[in-house]
């Protein structure tokens, strides 16, 4: 089994208890080599020690989680946010493709988290910009979406995906120009994510996007034609609807 160590930064003690404890009791694996109750004791944690894993709790004492995030930009640990059941931010990770837990921490939402920040990637600063700048703003949608697949974490502008087509439980994103991108995450949480920037699931495997409909054709049971040429099938319970919206564009 390999060992991970980890760096709690949390500013409530009863909760690094309660963490210490289910990572003990859950993730063996994770050993916590250090825990800090704000911005400054962490900060000179991490300027002796950097652990594999840090446990970050978004709203601080004496800060933010992202305020550490900036003094330490390029630090390598994988991150893991730590934050209370608020819609706002529940959408601004989802968005952001960054791991997180909610308050009080589900013993099997932490052993995933674990098991990820075994195997993927750690986020990029665009995608920690990305929370940063969507939990500071609630109210304004977002313009970008992090995409993760096995290789990097892509941030990529809404405005320019074409198309999101089922693959098992992965997703390909088609851009518009012409670049796929292969993302380990179901079709179902992003077209909850995309259903407010006019995407359409206009199939059981298939979300696209109104802008780059060219047509849609009503023979051999309906499909539509994309501006790039693709051709995507209807469902029979989802034609009239696709019908509706393309007639009030």
């Keep these: 089994m390999t060992t991970m160590t980890a760096l709690i930064v949390e500013d409530m003690p009863q909760a690094v208890q309660v963490l210490q404890n289910d990572l003990a009791e859950h993730c063996p694996e994770v050993e916590v080599v250090g825990t800090a109750g704000s911005i400054v004791t962490a900060a000179k944690f991490l300027r002796q020690t950097v652990p594999d894993v840090i446990f970050l709790d978004i709203l601080l004492g004496d800060g933010t989680g992202f305020d550490l995030l900036e003094i330490f930009p390029h630090l390598p640990s994988r991150i893991i946010f730590i934050t209370a059941s608020d819609e706002h931010a529940i959408r601004a990770f989802r968005y952001a493709a960054v791991d997180y837990l909610l308050k009080p921490v589900d013993s099997a939402q932490l052993k995933e988290a674990v098991r990820r920040a075994k195997s993927r990637l750690s986020g990029t600063s665009e995608s920690l910009h990305l929370l940063r700048e969507t939990i500071r703003q609630p109210e304004v949608l977002p313009s970008r979406i992090s995409l993760t697949s096995q290789e990097r974490i892509s941030v990529v502008e809404i405005a320019n995906i074409v198309r999101c087509e089922s693959d098992g439980n992965n997703t390909w994103f ?30 059981q495997s298939h979300l696209v996007s109104l802008k780059y409909i060219q047509e849609f054709v009503k023979k051999d049971g309906g499909y539509l034609r994309l501006k790039n040429g693709d051709l995507i099938p209807v469902s029979v319970r989802k034609r009239a609807e696709v019908v509706e919206l393309l007639e009030n564009l």
Excluded: M, N, P
């Design 174 to 203: 088609v851009l518009a120009s012409g670049e796929k991108i292969f993302v380990t995450r179901t079709l179902k949480q992003f077209e909850q994510l995309l259903e407010k920037h006019d995407f359409i699931r206009a199939h």
